[in-house]
């Protein structure tokens, strides 16, 4: 199904289970709209980073601190399309880290080219 809604975020994501969580808000937009995109900007690059020797966190109910690579990896596990930014992701990455299997590159003007094939864009 194609997405109807572009999410952009564009500041820090605290990895809580707060609706005021981007990311956290994103799982349940994906429910409503049926499809979404979601396209990560400046320090919400780090969302999508995670260490490349490192295991994944623990997922369920025993991961209770905050973790916004777990909604990431829930996202792109629905089939949501992730992109970070090429040039935040540049600035951001750190020796030994990774994107999140599934998150793609993107250039910001690229996708903003783009933004027409949507019925809504969300800055969140």
Do not use: K
Not at 22 to 38: A, T, W
Not at 45 to 63: F, I, K, R, T
Request: a negative charge.
């Amino acid at each position: 199904m194609p997405a109807h809604v572009l999410a952009v975020i564009d500041h820090d994501c605290p990895g809580t289970e707060d609706m005021h969580d981007p990311l956290y808000f994103c799982v349940g937009l994906r429910l409503q709209f049926g499809g979404i995109d979601l396209v990560l900007r400046g320090p919400a690059v780090s969302s999508a980073l995670v260490a490349a020797d490192g295991p994944a966190p623990p997922e369920g109910n025993g991961a209770r601190l905050p973790n916004p690579q777990r909604y990431v990896r829930s996202l792109v596990r629905a089939g949501v399309r992730v992109w970070v930014d090429d040039a935040d992701l540049a600035g951001l990455r750190r020796d030994g880290q990774v994107l999140i299997d599934g998150v793609r590159t993107a250039d910001t003007d690229a996708m903003a080219a783009r933004w027409n094939e949507y019925e809504e864009v969300w800055f969140l």
